[in-house]
């Protein structure tokens, strides 16, 4: 069989992608793989380091104001889109896939839309609460619509098409070993382990934050932290926390440019202060990790805080608005849930009521079967 997949513009749309087409390749190994992202993004780098052929559409993404120079470069995109529909179906036709399916990414809409108009089997994927722009506008083309969320069911309008199949995770993220993994990290027994990450670049308003409550939590100090401050900003807040904290290390407070062994730590994690975009949350409820939810204000719909919003409500995390976010407010919350353990253990059960371990496992079987249909 022939499996075409879209993604592309972040690496949140491009793992699951990958996942999947490496599952279909474990259940069946004769199968061909193609994959169609925009040109000049993050997909031409890591589809081909993954081993899979990749092409390219000439697409760029709708921009939201009303800007003269904004609408000039929608119009410009509405004519893109056309050429890159006609450039998809030309490589369908060459491929002649048995299946085409897309995890995001303003590129998925003219490949499932050309490959819908030839007549062959198209799926989506969308690991957001509320669905974005992309995937609404493929709603009424596409064959079958995925979700990561059962709560996602009622944003669509053909909810019989829907299937609820969680968003993909890393398997090095499933089963975590707390007590190993806090061995292996030098963590003291007994002591509460908190990890604090904003996304592989860090932000710096966040970082600034966290100096100050980690300063704050040093004046007593009953717990560890582990912070990602990003590569950009990591100098400037080692610098500044020399200033005026100069033994914040040995107090506990562990602050790196990147977390590279992200699933180790995640496992020997009590608590975890992050934003709430959907391959984050997964990893957390695929884990039962209990979490403060930052909600990134700078989103498309505000699906961040919708995302968030839903664990919330199952009672697996704490939303905090980044208005509301301050030294003060953070180490109040968190000194309160790490005081409180048995708040910690109900909110990990919550969290994994709601993961979806075998995420990957599902959507390769929806695939399969709308491949063999």
Same mark, same amino acid.
């Given at each position: 069989?022939?499996?075409?997949?879209?993604?592309?513009?972040?690496?949140?749309?491009?793992?699951?992608?990958?996942?999947?087409?490496?599952?279909?390749?474990?259940?069946?190994?004769?199968?061909?793989?193609?994959?169609?992202?925009?040109?000049?993004?993050?997909?031409? &780098?890591?589809?081909?380091?993954?081993?899979?052929?990749?092409?390219?559409?000439?697409?760029?993404?709708?921009?939201?104001?009303?800007?003269?120079?904004?609408?000039?470069?929608?119009?410009?995109?509405?004519?893109?889109?056309?050429?890159?529909?006609?450039?998809?179906?030309?490589?369908?036709?060459?491929?002649?896939?048995?299946?085409?399916?897309?995890?995001?990414?303003?590129?998925?809409?003219?490949?499932?839309?050309?490959?819908?108009?030839?007549?062959?089997?198209?799926?989506?994927?969308?690991?957001?609460?509320?669905?974005?722009?992309?995937?609404?506008?493929?709603?009424?083309?596409?064959?079958?619509?995925?979700?990561?969320?059962?709560?996602?069911?009622?944003?669509?309008?053909?909810?019989?098409?829907?299937?609820?199949?969680?968003?993909?995770?890393?398997?090095?993220?499933?089963?975590?070993?707390?007590?190993?993994?806090?061995?292996?990290?030098?963590?003291?027994?007994?002591?509460?382990?908190?990890?604090?990450?904003?996304?592989?670049?860090?932000?710096?308003?966040?970082?600034?934050?966290?100096? &100050?409550?980690?300063?704050?939590?040093?004046?007593?100090?009953?717990?560890?932290?582990?912070?990602?401050?990003?590569?950009?900003?990591?100098?400037?807040?080692?610098?500044?926390?020399?200033?005026?904290?100069?033994?914040?290390?040995?107090?506990?407070?562990?602050?790196?440019?990147?977390?590279?062994?992200?699933?180790?730590?995640?496992?020997?994690?009590?608590?975890?202060?992050?934003?709430?975009?959907?391959?984050?949350?997964?990893?957390?409820?695929?884990?039962?990790?209990?979490?403060?939810?930052?909600?990134?204000?700078?989103?498309?719909?505000?699906?961040?805080?919708?995302?968030?919003?839903?664990?919330?409500?199952?009672?697996?995390?704490?939303?905090?608005?980044?208005?509301?976010?301050?030294?003060?407010?953070?180490?109040?919350?968190?000194?309160?849930?790490?005081?409180?353990?048995?708040?910690?253990?109900?909110?990990?059960?919550?969290?994994?009521?709601?993961?979806?371990?075998?995420?990957?496992?599902?959507?390769?079987?929806?695939?399969?079967?709308?491949?063999?249909?």
């Amino acid at each position: 069989m022939k499996f075409l997949f879209t993604c592309g513009g972040t690496a949140g749309h491009i793992n699951p992608a990958l996942a999947v087409a490496g599952r279909i390749a474990m259940a069946a190994p004769d199968s061909d793989f193609l994959f169609i992202g925009a040109e000049g993004r993050m997909e031409t &780098d890591l589809v081909p380091r993954a081993g899979y052929e990749m092409k390219t559409v000439r697409i760029t993404n709708l921009h939201r104001s009303l800007k003269p120079a904004d609408i000039k470069h929608n119009l410009a995109t509405l004519k893109n889109v056309l050429t890159a529909t006609a450039e998809a179906k030309r490589i369908i036709r060459e491929f002649k896939p048995d299946v085409a399916v897309g995890t995001g990414g303003y590129v998925c809409y003219p490949v499932l839309k050309a490959a819908s108009e030839l007549g062959v089997p198209t799926a989506v994927h969308e690991s957001n609460a509320v669905p974005g722009l992309t995937t609404k506008m493929l709603e009424g083309s596409v064959d079958t619509i995925m979700v990561g969320f059962e709560e996602s069911r009622a944003n669509y309008r053909h909810p019989d098409r829907v299937e609820v199949t969680g968003t993909p995770v890393r398997v090095d993220f499933l089963n975590p070993d707390k007590a190993a993994a806090k061995r292996e990290l030098g963590i003291p027994e007994g002591r509460p382990l908190v990890v604090s990450v904003w996304g592989s670049l860090g932000a710096a308003h966040m970082n600034e934050i966290m100096s &100050d409550f980690i300063v704050r939590a040093c004046a007593k100090p009953f717990f560890n932290l582990i912070h990602s401050a990003g590569k950009a900003g990591y100098s400037r807040m080692s610098a500044a926390l020399e200033r005026e904290k100069p033994d914040y290390a040995r107090l506990g407070m562990d602050v790196r440019d990147y977390i590279y062994d992200m699933p180790r730590v995640m496992a020997a994690s009590d608590l975890v202060l992050c934003r709430a975009g959907a391959s984050t949350l997964a990893e957390l409820t695929a884990m039962g990790k209990p979490a403060i939810l930052v909600p990134s204000p700078n989103v498309t719909n505000n699906h961040q805080e919708r995302n968030a919003r839903v664990l919330e409500a199952a009672g697996g995390a704490r939303v905090m608005l980044e208005q509301d976010f301050t030294a003060d407010s953070l180490l109040g919350l968190v000194s309160e849930l790490l005081q409180h353990p048995e708040q910690l253990d109900e909110m990990s059960k919550k969290m994994l009521e709601l993961g979806v371990p075998d995420a990957t496992d599902r959507i390769a079987a929806e695939v399969l079967e709308l491949a063999g249909k």
